[in-house]
């Protein structure tokens, strides 16, 4: 089969590899139909995440058709349309029997690495690196879904593709970091982050009872998709100060809640700020640009929430912790435990609260992958986010 | 947990024997004492009472006795202090063979046999010195290792599957099969270095329904070892914690060395692993797979993964 492969930093191909078989017996394989690059297949495309190996599989937003499935999968059969969310959950351990699948303790056959990088290992991650399992990735023609009677969500004809295909990671993400803020009637929540996370976690916030959202971003493309889809306000960081702009809408308290959806590989309007972080990232004293998060902690209204859904993956400098604890803030965050989310974000999108396929921006064929990760990597094109049909 | 020191192999476990290394300290102190009261006594007996020189080696000779005693009934580094009397029996042989160069008739007669019964002794403090060795030795070879998961199950769903030792080899990835032949008794084979196999019979030696288990290989298996399962209510109705103790005893040479190489520098981590796949069969009904790991979890295939994609149909 044709399968997208990551080849070094900065180089994906579409290559030939062997075709996937049932190896566990919880296993399905699917015939993908639509599967979409990530904002963070952007931090391995750029090298950011360790242990990858020329040759893997990206990918860990996709959806399709079984095709197969192992002898202990009794809820799914041939020719049912799914959807496969992005963490590996075995159903069965303390973590998701919580709900907490995006740490379940099964998933990950390279649990001893992430252990000594993180303390505990979370979840294996289709297409995310040797460190989450060294499972194949969904830009391919066809994948292998373990504990498919747990994951993948059935999707009835009615749902176009374009749709259901966020369900795999940026809808249940953007979902839970509105979540995460515990809005009551009346808040302002600010979203660092207009990419299609941040989007949805705005759109999110406003199912949620938000009175305002305000987003954050520096391309006005994305911002206009803010206030078109979201009602959000907007702060284009590279043209006003955030803070002071924040502290002006929200008369001097700051918003009730922030999410960072921006992760990793930050930007700030300030060079000299910028060139600080991104030096100490190249020379790996730091593995994170974390100007996001540390503008959401200083944003933020005291006693407020921090919810961090963007990706982070070591080690972050100049935490203003003493900004977080002496203005007793809360911070929550995790991977998305999409398996939580799919069913009732399945019935919005059923009940028409919601169209999550406004994010899509490109549609290309499997076999231009490489361009796709390319214009969404130089944000070509007002390039939101990239499907890849197969 | 509880920290009590299990013994499991308990001829390898416990201190290096000093039942020996004492007799040699009481032997010696005898001596010593003797030199010291009764030197010439000693002196006639040994047939150096003609000898000024001898009324001062003599005591010297005691004295240095008493050294030997207390080390050697002090009971520790035997196997150092029956090597300082092996030394010191040299000495006393050097001294005996100057004293006979230059001596005829009954004192000559004496002589020999004293020096005759140093000669036995001598022997005897060797042969206790190298075993002392080899027994610190074989106690510095046992590995030993104490490493605990939580499983989400109950102990006695725990028990049950570990009770079962032909499911060993499901999750203990060295093995390749465990074979019950009664209740108590089984025949376990590894895989050993370079592709051979080790074999041995093992038998439960303690079974405690749904709280523990303790086996130990038979006498006569190469690689001796002894292993105990203890199986504890986790706090807070999160099922079991499965802690377990092992012991492995290398043999002296190629076996051992290979043995000690198999597990590495970490021989703990394989237990984690064999313990997180214990955890994944019990919960996910499975050891877990994935492209870069195609046989389940391995610290030490961590780092020789192969690319995240579908294996060729040869390695199937």
């Known amino acids: 089969m044709k399968a997208t492969a990551w080849m070094g930093t900065d180089s994906v191909k579409v290559i030939d590899v062997p075709d996937p078989t049932i190896m566990n017996a919880r296993d399905a394989i699917v015939k993908i139909s639509t599967t979409a690059i990530c904002g963070s297949d952007l931090h391995l495309y750029h090298g950011y995440i360790p242990a990858m190996r020329k040759g893997d599989i990206l990918g860990h937003e996709f959806m399709g058709e079984v095709v197969e499935v192992g002898p202990q999968v009794r809820n799914l059969k041939p020719g049912d349309r799914v959807v496969v969310p992005f963490p590996i959950a075995c159903g069965h351990c303390s973590s998701c029997q919580r709900g907490l699948y995006s740490v379940c303790e099964n998933s990950n056959p390279n649990a001893g690495i992430a252990e000594k990088v993180m303390g505990h290992s979370p979840a294996g991650i289709f297409g995310y690196s040797h460190l989450l399992g060294g499972y194949a990735g969904g830009q391919a023609e066809y994948a292998r879904v373990p504990f498919a009677d747990v994951g993948p969500l059935k999707v009835p004809d009615d749902i176009p593709d374009d749709q259901a295909v966020t369900l795999a990671d940026v809808f249940p993400t953007g979902y839970m970091g509105a979540e995460m803020c515990d809005i009551k009637p009346g808040q302002v929540i600010a979203v660092w982050g207009a990419g299609p996370v941040g989007l949805l976690a705005a759109v999110s916030a406003r199912l949620l009872g938000a009175e305002r959202v305000i987003i954050i971003d520096r391309f006005p493309y994305r911002l206009r998709l803010a206030e078109e889809h979201a009602g959000a306000e907007t702060i284009n960081y590279e043209d006003v100060d955030v803070l002071d702009t924040l502290n002006e809408m929200t008369a001097g308290r700051g918003p009730d809640a922030c999410i960072d959806a921006v992760g990793l590989e930050g930007h700030h309007g300030n060079a000299a700020l910028y060139a600080y972080d991104r030096a100490k990232q190249a020379t790996r004293t730091e593995t994170e640009r974390p100007f996001a998060l540390r503008e959401a902690i200083l944003a933020c209204r005291s006693g407020g929430v921090v919810s961090v859904i963007g990706a982070y993956g070591g080690l972050v400098d100049k935490f203003p912790m003493g900004a977080f604890m002496n203005r007793s803030l809360i911070m929550r965050t995790g991977q998305c435990h999409v398996q939580r989310y799919t069913r009732p974000l399945l019935e919005r999108i059923q009940r028409g609260e919601i169209d999550p396929s406004f994010i899509v921006s490109h549609r290309l064929p499997l076999r231009d992958a490489p361009k796709g990760y390319k214009i969404f990597q130089k944000k070509q094109d007002d390039c939101t986010k990239v499907l890849l049909k197969v | ?316």
């Open chain 2, 1 to 316: 947990m509880d920290r009590v020191e299990t013994v499991l192999l308990p001829e390898l476990d416990g201190p290096v024997p000093t039942t020996l290394p004492r007799a040699l300290g009481l032997l010696s102190l005898a001596l010593g004492v003797g030199a010291l009261a009764v030197p010439r006594s000693l002196a006639r007996l040994t047939g150096v009472d003609d000898s000024p020189a001898a009324q001062a080696v003599i005591p010297a000779v005691g004295a240095r006795e008493l050294v030997h005693a207390a080390g050697l009934l002090g009971g520790r580094r035997p196997a150092g202090w029956a090597w300082t009397r092996v030394a010191g029996d040299a000495l006393d042989l050097t001294l005996l063979g100057r004293a006979m160069a230059d001596r005829r008739g009954e004192r000559r007669r004496r002589l020999a046999l004293t020096t005759a019964a140093i000669a036995g002794i001598t022997a005897l403090d060797t042969a206790v010195a190298i075993g002392a060795g080899r027994a610190r030795r074989a106690r510095a070879r046992v590995i030993r290792m104490e490493i605990a998961v939580t499983v989400n199950r109950s102990p006695a769903e725990a028990y049950r599957f570990w009770r079962d030792v032909e499911n060993l080899p499901k999750f203990m990835a060295h093995l390749e099969s465990v074979r019950a032949d009664d209740l108590r008794r089984s025949h376990w084979v590894a895989r050993g270095p370079a592709g051979r196999h080790i074999e041995w019979d093992a038998e439960i030696i303690d079974d405690q329904p749904n709280r523990s288990l303790t086996w130990r290989s038979l006498p006569g298996a190469r690689v001796a070892n002894a292993g105990r399962v203890r199986f504890v209510p986790a706090p807070g109705d999160r099922g079991t914690e499965v802690r377990v103790q092992l012991r492995y005893a290398p043999p002296a040479g190629a076996l051992g060395r290979a043995v000690a190489k198999l597990f590495g520098e970490e021989p703990e981590q394989q237990v984690r692993d064999d313990l997180r796949r214990f955890k994944q069969v019990l919960e996910a009904g499975e050891v877990v797979r994935s492209e870069g790991s195609p046989n389940g979890i391995s610290v030490r295939q961590q780092a020789m993964q192969r690319p995240a994609q579908p294996l060729p149909t040869s390695r199937r």
